[in-house]
Antibody, heavy 121, light 108 residues
Framework: QLQLQESGPGLVKPSETLSLTCTVS??????????WGWIRQPPGKGLEWIGS???????YYNPSLKSRVTISVDTSKNQFSLKLSSVTAADTAVYYC?????????????WGRGTLVTVSS | SYELTQPPSVSVSPGQTARITCSGD??????AYWYQQKPGQAPVLVIY???ERPSGIPERFSGSSSGTTVTLTISGVQAEDEADYYC???????????FGGGTKLTVL
């Protein structure tokens, strides 16, 4: 059974770069049928899509975050990663990694448990 | 930027039917998806491609689409259905995904 697990620091200082990794187990990240994405949720607020990546490295980013976001994939480790630069308190959120369909079917059918990242000095 | 609009809250009594709407200009072109999220948990996909139900999701959950509005219907609402519900779709180009603001379903 495929599972996703987020990992990374739970506390990041303002102006620094937030870095998270999602490890995929029980299946291959190199499947041609799926994209892999990051979604976040500030405390008490709604979901926000950050961006998604294909195993080949092709990416889509939320236009509102594009200037600060980099998503990469390491197929040898079955992982994909998120970097968000110049963070502020507004970036405090639970960050989820998730699997999505592709090619017009952009639903997220499998999610990690999420990890809380707090931006504070 | 593209937006999907949901009502902030919907309330129903047990056994009644709950309908949650989601509006967006690109919905005639792009599929809509629905997620259920309970406190402290990751979202769960309950409807995909406007009206398809993933395996393991109860039959009381259904979806429909009409023009720029999609609707999640929960028939015979149960107490366990109390949760936040989010719609999700893509912009007209299909290159940017977006979630609606979420609807809190309260079972009275």
């Amino acid at each position: 059974q495929l599972q996703l697990q987020e990992s990374g620091p739970g506390l990041v200082k303002p102006s620094e770069t937030l870095s998270l990794t999602c490890t995929v187990s029980g299946g291959s990240i190199s499947s041609s049928s799926y994209y892999w994405g990051w979604i976040r949720q500030p405390p008490g607020k709604g979901l926000e899509w950050i961006g998604s990546i294909y195993y080949s490295g092709s990416t889509y980013y939320n236009p509102s975050l594009k200037s600060r976001v980099t998503i990469s994939v390491d197929t040898s480790k079955n992982q994909f990663s998120l970097k968000l630069s110049s963070v502020t308190a507004a970036d405090t959120a639970v960050y989820y990694c998730a699997r999505s369909g592709c090619c017009g079917e952009w639903y997220f059918d499998l999610w990690g448990r999420g990890t809380l990242v707090t931006v504070s000095s | 930027s593209y937006e999907l609009t949901q009502p902030p809250s919907v309330s129903v009594s047990p056994g009644q039917t709950a309908r949650i709407t989601c509006s967006g200009d690109a919905l005639p072109k792009q599929y809509a998806y629905w997620y259920q999220q309970k406190p402290g948990q990751a979202p769960v996909l309950v409807i995909y491609k406007d009206s398809e139900r993933p395996s393991g999701i109860p039959e009381r959950f259904s979806g429909s689409s009409s023009g720029t509005t999609v609707t999640l219907t929960i028939s015979g609402v149960q107490a366990e259905d109390e949760a936040d519900y989010y719609c999700q779709s893509a912009d007209s180009s299909g290159t940017s995904w977006v979630f609606g603001g979420g609807t809190k379903l309260t079972v009275l």
